[in-house]
């Protein structure tokens, strides 16, 4: 079994930072892309960024020079650097990890962000 358990977010002025980590356990003995997305209340889940095994990465235009998503192989992290938080970041933020032995994406349980006005 797989778990992704997530660290991190909560409330925060407009302007201000944050920084999410995700932690991959169990039976896993490799990891191709991880990434985050988020769903705010009354819309669809939406990929905020993505990073593959080698370090690519990939934003949404929405976060672009905001965020920087970044990942740790060995210990089999993902992290979200959230700088410049507008009230439109809000949402519940989900980490996300390909497991290349099990062939199936894990998700993690969501973390909450507030960014106030």
């Known amino acids: 079994q797989v778990q992704l358990v997530e660290s991190g977010g909560g409330l925060v002025q407009a302007g201000g930072s944050l920084r999410f980590s995700c932690a991959a356990s169990?039976?896993?003995?490799?990891?191709?892309?991880m990434g985050w997305y988020r769903q705010a209340p009354g819309k669809q889940r939406e990929l905020v960024a993505t990073?593959?095994?080698?370090?690519?990465?990939n934003y949404a235009d929405s976060v672009k020079g905001r965020f920087t998503i970044s990942r740790d192989n060995a210990k089999k992290t993902v992290t979200l650097q959230m700088n410049s938080l507008k009230p439109e970041d809000t949402a519940v933020y989900y980490c996300?990890?390909?497991?290349?032995?099990?062939?199936?994406?894990?998700w993690g349980q969501g973390t909450q962000v507030t960014v106030s006005s």
């Open positions: 169990g039976s896993i003995f490799s990891i191709n892309d």
């Open positions: 990073i593959t095994r080698g370090g690519s990465t």
């Open positions: 996300n990890a390909d497991i290349a032995n099990w062939g199936k994406v894990y």
